[in-house]
């Protein structure tokens, strides 16, 4: 394992606070600096995972410094946005109509149906009744005798 720099550290710190994987992370920083790292020296870089477990604490708050960053940065992405999805989707579904592609179009209509009926959107609902939600345990099945309308068996 080859010793790192501190700069190569808080790259991969970085990038793993950005939710890139080890793998990805291990060709960046090839790229990047011309060393070969493996993806398990990468993946201890990551306090949330059990590889990571004793990473110094610089080197934590970094992680967590980035990723709340990340986190709250991500509506400035453009395919972050719901509207800047809903007019790709409409160019494509445009291009894929004047093509005759009848099956992309319903493809690419579907999926924008889908974004904007909130399929994509992971939303919890508050009930008041919180059984509301449980599936029934027992279903009772009554069986009719179609040849005596009124028959229960």
């Not at 708050?61 to 991500?74: A, P, Q, V």
């Not at 959107?121 to 005798?145: C, F, G």
Request: a neutral charge; proline letters at 5%.
């Amino acid at each position: 394992m080859a010793a790192l720099s501190n700069e190569v550290k808080a790259f991969i710190v970085q990038a793993l606070a950005c939710f890139d994987t080890p793998a990805q992370v291990a060709t960046s920083v090839r790229e990047e600096f011309g060393i070969e790292v493996s993806r398990q020296q990468c993946e201890s870089h990551d306090p949330t995972k059990s590889a990571g477990r004793d990473l110094a604490k610089r080197w934590r708050i970094l992680f967590e410094d980035t990723r709340k960053r990340f986190r709250e940065e991500t509506s400035e992405i453009p395919i972050a946005n719901r509207a800047f999805r809903l007019r790709a989707l409409g160019r494509m579904a445009e291009k894929a109509e004047s093509m005759k592609n009848m099956a992309l179009t319903a493809q690419l209509l579907e999926q924008a149906a889908k974004e904007v009926g909130d399929v994509y959107v992971n939303r919890q609902t508050k009930n008041e009744n919180p059984h509301d939600n449980v599936p029934p345990t027992r279903v009772q099945v009554d069986v009719v005798d179609a040849r005596k309308p009124d028959a229960v068996t």
